[in-house]
């Protein structure tokens, strides 16, 4: 029975009262991005299980241990996307989007899934808010996805965020860097975990982000990928310092940085959370996949993107006292004593709510008392009770339930406009209010 009433470890119920903080979020995130000209795409939830394995790597954590791979009913293996840039990858090359003019700018907030230890920020169902750009090879380009991502971070209000960058070079200049790593982790063959023994030859530098104890203490004394790219890494990684000193973005060079998807090339950035509630939780990370489309059967096209975790921005968010603004709060509760006046009273709420206010009466046929004791629950801003002598007059008492005010209005075809000025008159008290507080 409790698999009824349990939902799945590592999955989360955003709850009415809560669901405001994600859509204020994510509504901030689609804003900013269309202000930087990317557009909204919707990919499936599901994909080929080879679409996850080939871009984002058969040795990353993420494809050996984290996904959710299973065979469909006509026996094709489906996997739940983990991140949200192979499916936008794939969407690119199947509707020819490179053919429009470039480059092409996408922005998404979906739903991933990585079988993952759950713990605080880290869940198997998480949502994304990501951004890709596509055929734009330039540092400027790099500059302007990252610049994207922090003033999403500014705009919520969210403060020691530290972005930190790397370049991981391109496959020419990593031939040296993969020889010097096997060549540091050979020494440590009998201490490594068995994935990471595997890693070795093939991809050892997929051994720097493996979570156990042991491999990630090995790693701390690495060689740093930054001290083998080569002099069109360097000038590519020096462009991109010069154009976020040129806007005042703050950022540390972290060597350290590689990423856990294989497809990154060059540039490779993350934003740390230095506050101490949520110290070194990663709210978002990105770079650059330039061998990413032609890996997955387009024509070579530089790319180049961000992810960021919007359950883990809320946590920071929280953990830094800022308050989200709730815009869902019922603007008028109308309250009827008898059949008559619960009629008038749903005709008030349609009209009320066709010029979008939040209006609400009673459904369940509860006593006055009860119907004033749940408008005070949901925080009504003004209540408005009827009875058959309100209707007959045509007039009802409105009362502004956070002053206790009580004032006439007309319930004929002046109602709206009367409305429409005791709620403008309290949002504008209240708006000076907070002002004068400041
Ligand atoms: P990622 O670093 O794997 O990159 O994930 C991006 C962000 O998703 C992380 O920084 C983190 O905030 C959040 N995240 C990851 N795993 C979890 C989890 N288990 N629970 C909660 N939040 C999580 C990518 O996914 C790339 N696709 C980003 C990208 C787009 N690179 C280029 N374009």
């Keep these: 029975m409790q698999l009824l009433t349990k939902a799945p470890r590592g999955t989360q119920d955003i709850l009415p009262k809560d669901s405001y903080k994600w859509q204020f979020i994510e509504n901030i995130m689609l804003n900013q991005a269309e202000l930087f000209g990317f557009s909204e795409i919707r990919t499936p939830v599901f994909e080929h299980t080879e679409l996850f394995s080939r871009s984002v790597g058969e040795d990353t954590d993420v494809v050996q ?21 192979a499916g936008a990858v794939r969407a690119m090359l199947e509707h020819g989007l490179y053919n429009e003019s470039l480059p092409v700018k996408m922005s998404y907030i979906t739903l991933c899934y ?24 330039s540092a400027a380009a790099d500059a302007e996805v990252i610049c ?20 991981i070079g391109c496959p020419k200049c990593r031939a040296k860097y993969y020889e010097a790593l096997k060549k540091y982790f050979e020494g440590y063959k009998s201490e490594l975990c068995e994935t990471c023994l595997s890693r070795l030859d093939r991809n050892p530098m997929r051994i720097l982000d493996c979570k156990s104890l042991i491999c990630s203490k090995i790693a701390e004394n690495a060689p740093a990928v930054l001290d083998f790219i080569c002099a069109d890494c360097k000038e ?35 934003f740390v959370s230095k506050d101490k509630n949520t110290l070194g939780l990663v709210c978002g990370g990105g770079g650059r996949y330039d061998g990413l489309v032609e890996e997955l059967g387009g ?35 109308i ?19 066709e010029s979008s206010f939040i209006a609400e009466y009673d459904t369940i046929g509860r006593g006055l008392k009860a119907q004033m004791k749940y408008a005070d629950k949901i925080g009504a801003k003004f209540t408005l009770v009827l009875g058959d002598d309100e209707i007959a007059s045509k007039k009802a008492k ?13 319930l004929d075809k002046n109602f709206l406009t009367e409305f429409f000025k005791i709620h403008a008159e309290a949002e504008n008290e209240k708006i000076f209010k907070n002002f004068s507080q400041k």
């Design 65 to 85: 241990k984290e996904m959710y791979t299973f065979n469909d009913k006509g026996g094709r293996s489906i996997t739940l996307r983990p991140e949200g840039t």
């Design 114 to 137: 990585r079988y993952e230890k759950p713990q605080s920020g880290r869940w198997r169902e998480f949502t994304q808010f990501g951004v890709e750009m596509f055929g734009a090879s």
């Design 148 to 167: 994207l991502a922090k003033t999403l971070f500014d705009r919520l209000g969210l403060s020691n965020i530290s972005l930190e960058i790397n370049s």
């Design 236 to 270: 590519h990684f020096e462009k991109l310092k010069e154009y976020l000193d040129a806007v005042s973005i703050e950022y540390t060079v972290n060597p350290k940085i590689v990423r856990g998807l294989d497809y990154y090339t060059r540039t490779v950035f993350e």
């Design 299 to 333: 024509k070579p096209t530089p790319a180049l993107g961000f992810g960021l975790g919007i359950g883990r921005i809320l946590l920071a968010m929280e953990s830094q006292g800022i308050e989200i603004p709730k815009t869902n709060v019922c603007d008028v509760y």
């Design 335 to 353: 309250a009827s004593i008898g059949d008559a006046a619960s009629l008038f009273a749903f005709n008030l709420t349609r009209l009320l709510r």
């Design 398 to 410: 409105i009362k502004n339930m956070k002053t206790g005010d009580l004032l006439e209005i007309n």
